[in-house]
């Protein structure tokens, strides 16, 4: 896969020489390019940015700059061979990105980002581009940053990790808590390691039991126990067959319940403390 970033920051990018991502372009399984706006402004300033039309605070990317970077960005790729470009926007009014979102974007062979600082880039540069490619406009969820920048580490560590030969063991993404097609996506639970007694914490019994029947039925009631407490919204869009008969009794003593108008919105189990009688 490759990635292009298109920053007035480069060097907020540096992280991506490091760790997994850095790990996968030295093993030639991401070719990342990161370049710099104002090598494409041609006055004094290399001024990026503009009031904006209609007035109101901040400022506003201008076209030129972007509109330059994106065609001699795309134009070296293209003569490299890398495939189909899809453009990446991060921008807090953007769609949500998510495990399922990640996984598309693994799918594709090329994508370029492009990070905006101040309110954002002119709208003619993404309707321009989206006329020759597929854009992805994304937020990293409710919370506004500085920039996108940091969104774009975030989502490059999402889908680099998603790549073949990148993480070890292709089979595990399945697991993912957010794995799209799950019959249900459930946080996971506690994990342990050596050594057995730490400042007087010993490890679950039946972690030390060799049971794996039991191990996975305890794993399975922590992430129960966990979703429940942080995250209910991922309980109640669970189909009510996605839980089993133990499952049942688990969620039962973490004070749920089956909605009695079950079916009818589509959720199965709700806090006992919202059910009416
Ligand atoms: Cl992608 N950019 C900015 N600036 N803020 C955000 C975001 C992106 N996602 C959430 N907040």
């Known amino acids: 896969m490759r990635l292009d970033v298109v920053t007035i920051f480069p060097e907020y990018l540096e992280p991506l020489n490091v760790s997994l991502v850095g790990k996968a372009r030295t093993r030639g399984l991401l070719d990342v390019g990161v370049h710099d706006l104002r090598d494409w402004t041609h006055d004094r300033h290399n001024t990026v940015d503009d ?8 400022m506003v990317m201008k076209t ?6 994106l065609d001699e960005v795309l134009a070296d790729g293209y003569e ?3 495939g189909a470009p899809a453009l990446v926007v991060p921008t807090p009014s ?9 996984v598309e974007l693994s ?3 090329w994508l370029v980002f492009t990070p905006a600082r101040y309110e954002g880039i002119d709208r003619r540069v993404i309707d321009e581009y989206a006329t020759r490619m597929p ?7 409710d919370y506004v940053l500085a920039g996108g920048e940091a969104a774009v580490l975030v989502i490059t560590e999402a889908v680099a990790r998603l790549l073949p030969g990148v993480l070890g063991n292709a089979e595990s993404h399945r697991d993912d808590s957010f794995a799209p097609g799950a019959m249900a996506n459930l946080l996971e639970g506690p994990v342990h390691t050596k050594p057995p007694v730490w400042r007087g914490r010993g490890i679950p019994e039946v972690l030390l039991s060799g049971h794996h029947g039991k191990i996975a039925r305890w794993r399975r009631d922590e992430a129960l126990r966990r979703t429940t407490a942080h995250r209910p919204d991922l309980i109640e869009r669970t189909a009510p067959e996605a839980f089993d008969k133990k499952d049942r009794e688990m969620l039962s003593i973490l004070g749920w319940a089956p909605d009695p108008e079950a079916g009818r919105h ?6 006992v403390e919202d ?3």
């Open 51 to 58: 009031t904006p039309y209609g007035g109101g605070p901040g």
């Open 64 to 69: 030129e700059p972007w509109g330059e970077a």
């Open 80 to 82: 490299a061979g890398a």
């Open 94 to 102: 953007g769609r949500p990105f998510t495990q399922e979102l990640a």
């Open 107 to 109: 799918s594709r062979p």
């Open 135 to 141: 854009v992805y406009e994304v937020s990293i969820g």
């Open 266 to 271: 589509g959720r199965f189990w709700r806090r």
């Open 275 to 277: 059910v009416e009688e």
